[in-house]
């Protein structure tokens, strides 16, 4: 296994220019010269090191927006994306990469800007920023039922998804290989209950990574009774992705995300042992998928992993 690539006299991976600079203060021409070859060491790592680890790296994204770091930003989400589109780097790579994105306050808006005003054609800085959104409207709106929801927080999500869209599909319209875009573009979709945008960022998301596995299991989630689906409407879409030669091991975690959801349904209504019944089977399912997979997607039934008896099983490990 490869080690993270580090700088070399540094115990960092990467050190962030000096506040004095960026106030404006005498600039040190070797400092600044340093600065530079380390945001390019920074980027070998990542074009030479595995991409799990060298995606890994790069965690501070926000902290080197707000340093004024903008150029080093960009450089290294539009290298992932190269990766992404060459197939060396993961749909789930990309996906987590972008998570530092995912806040509840609203403070990274103005440094976001500023990546959006240094590079205008760039499809990576209008993702992010449109990631940004989606997430501060997901969190204002929470998580309980819609009726439970004030008035204020839904006007706000609304305000915000407003925002997210037109920034997600602006990066589309930059690069039309933008997978996650397509991916969130699907989720403001669920949320928003638009069946016929759901269904297209779907096809463009088959389009664009035919072997995925995300962007079907988020749409698999739309189709929940909750969301305003069915199972039988769920069952349908399990036997279309088996059509368009989806894997049995992804068809399983399929199942397995329905069989979650049924059984969290069961235990609403106190039928627990309907519900265990559920979850038990989701769990095994779900043995392909790993603990990733139980912690995106089996919220409910991997409590039973917890329990005395369960968390040796297959399908806790």
């Known amino acids: 296994m490869r080690r993270p690539c580090r700088i070399a006299g540094s115990s960092q991976r990467y050190q962030p220019v000096t506040a004095g600079v960026l106030a404006g203060e005498p600039v040190n021409h070797m400092d600044q010269w340093g600065n530079r070859m380390k945001a390019l060491i920074l980027l070998v790592c990542l074009a030479a090191g595995s991409s799990s680890s060298a995606f890994a790296q790069f965690t501070r994204a926000v902290e080197q927006l707000s340093a004024g770091n903008v150029e080093m930003v960009e450089r290294y989400f539009s290298t992932l994306q190269e990766k992404f589109e060459s197939g060396k780097a993961s749909e789930y790579e990309l996906l987590d990469a972008y998570k530092v ?54 006007v706000y999500m609304d305000q915000m998804f407003g925002l997210s869209k037109t920034d997600l599909e602006t990066s589309l319209r930059l690069n039309p290989r933008f997978y996650l875009a397509a991916l969130h573009l699907l989720n403001i979709a669920q949320y928003e209950g638009d069946e016929f945008a759901a269904r297209k960022y779907l096809d463009l998301g088959n389009s664009l990574l035919p072997a995925n596995f995300i962007v079907r299991a ?32 992804r068809i399983d975690l399929l199942k397995a995300i329905k069989l979650n959801d049924l059984g969290f349904v069961a235990e609403e209504k106190k039928q627990y042992i309907k519900a265990r019944s559920a979850y038990e089977d989701a769990l095994n399912f779900s043995i392909s998928g790993g603990p990733r997979f139980r912690r995106d997607y089996l919220s409910y039934a991997a409590r039973m992993c917890n329990e005395p008896g369960y968390s040796s099983k297959q399908y806790c490990q």
Not at 116 to 129: D, E, H, N, T, V
Not at 230 to 249: H, L, P, W
Request: hydrophobic share 30%; net charge positive; with cysteine.
């Open 218 to 249: 988020r749409y698999l989630i739309h189709l929940t009774p909750r969301w305003g689906g069915s199972y039988d409407a769920m069952d349908r879409f399990i036997n279309e992705c088996r059509t368009q030669g989806v894997s049995n091991e």
């Open 101 to 154: 994105f995912y806040q509840a306050e609203d403070r990274s808006g103005p440094h976001l800007n500023n990546w959006i005003k240094a590079y205008p054609k760039s499809a990576s800085a209008y993702l992010a920023r449109g990631v940004y959104y989606r997430k501060l409207g997901e969190h204002r709106r929470g998580t309980d039922y819609v009726s439970k929801v004030s008035g204020e927080s839904l």
